[in-house]
């Protein structure tokens, strides 16, 4: 496994899921493993979600067509305790927003959905800014990994349905 897919899942593993709300089902329990200490800067929870905010903008653009399908704001995470967190404890987010991670390395990826309960549509792009792989309509709260498949030097994850909506597969492009 490369050495940012291991940073990733390590950082993402040791996010402590808070006390599940009387009202929600339990949360599955997660074991951090003993030489891990949770990140600095993160006291994100169910009860206190973070905000999305709009740091940026991206384009889908058809392969075939040169032509601009649809646009999003994105909240950027390019650093590791950011990749880590994602879209972790938010309760939900707008049609036309989303998050843009951003690696140093085009490497094959792998992303999961701990602690996420939004079901999200996932894009993989390399270096050519090309849409690698898609996962639609991820399982939320789910330690499946999703597997790039190719080397990916981004990630884009939107609203599960999006890419059905739009149209959007892979092969096409992306603009930020």
Same mark, same amino acid.
Request: aromatic share 8%; glycine share 6%; net charge negative.
């Given at each position: ?27 599955? $329990? ?24 709009? $740091? ?73 800014? $090309? ?46």
């Amino acid at each position: 496994m490369k050495k940012i897919q291991i940073i990733l899942i390590l950082l993402s593993a040791v996010i402590i899921i808070p006390t599940a709300c009387k009202d929600k089902l339990p949360r599955p $329990e997660i074991d951090k493993p003993a030489n891990m200490v949770e990140p600095e800067g993160h006291n994100f929870s169910f009860e206190n979600p973070p905000v999305i905010k709009k $740091e940026g903008e991206v384009k889908f653009i058809r392969k075939d067509a040169d032509t601009v399908i649809s646009k999003i704001d994105v909240e950027i995470a390019d650093n590791d305790l950011d990749r880590a967190l994602g879209l972790m404890f938010r309760p939900e987010m707008e049609e036309n927003h989303g998050m843009l991670f951003l690696f140093k390395n085009e490497v094959e990826q792998a992303f999961w959905m701990l602690n996420t309960i939004i079901s999200l549509d996932i894009l993989y792009v390399n270096s050519r800014g $090309e849409i690698v792989k898609i996962y639609k309509n991820t399982k939320t709260e789910s330690q499946e990994s999703l597997p790039s498949g190719a080397p990916a030097i981004n990630v884009i994850e939107v609203n599960a349905g999006y890419c059905e909506t739009y149209g959007i597969k892979e092969g096409d492009f992306v603009d930020y």
